[in-house]
């Protein structure tokens, strides 16, 4: 099924429920956000998560390329908005698509996000060795690649009409500084996988295992400081 973006999310989380205070060591802030949830999440690093929590989580903390409007349309590229992409083109062929990198786009440490990283990211859904839970969505991608440090194409074995959606929507866009020296095989369960570090616009504060998962504004996000100071997913 459809699932929002981190922007999306940000306008539904606010139709919610909105606390003053959340009791305890929380009930000093003025504008947290209590999200019920099912259950608690499997893990927060995109690739790997299988429930529709973590999905909903991790969705506040990682970006996509683009994201769709609430159009939800999937042929073509109309009706989406920018995201760590503020604009891209097409090959004559229509085998590729250029992405070019928001350069006000960072991590949540402040690095500059790259085409590295998105490079990077493809990678990690596509190799075998990892295992993502998305490879199978993404056989018609064949790579992804960097042209310049802001510019980087993916690569299709195919066309098709979602080619775009197929591109932006499942993959997530991933710090590769601070991942590539782990193993694929080990991804999954490492530590980055319950602390991750997005460029999205709540930052990851603290994981109780069934109990909650905190997350805090991004004061630095290029899109505005977020509405609610915490989101808290109970």
Known sequence: GFRMGARGWAVVLGAVLVVQGCGGRRATRDRDLVVSVGADVDVLLPPFIATTQGLEVSDL?????????????????????????????????????????????RWQDGRAITARDVRYSFLVYLDTASGAMAASQLADIDSASVRDSLTAVVWFHRRSLEEFYIATYE????????LDTIPMGRLRTSAFARSPIGSGPYRFDRWVAGS??????????RFGKPAFDRVIFS
């Open 61 to 105: 903390i990682f970006e996509r390329l683009a994201s769709p409007d609430s159009t939800l349309n999937t042929v073509g590229d109309q009706g989406y908005r920018p995201g760590i992409a503020d604009r891209w083109s097409w090959s004559p062929d229509s085998l590729a698509i250029v992405f070019h990198i928001d350069p006000r786009a």
């Open 171 to 178: 993959v997530r866009i991933l710090p590769a500084h601070l």
């Open 212 to 221: 909650n998962i905190e997350l805090v504004a991004n004061p630095s996000y």
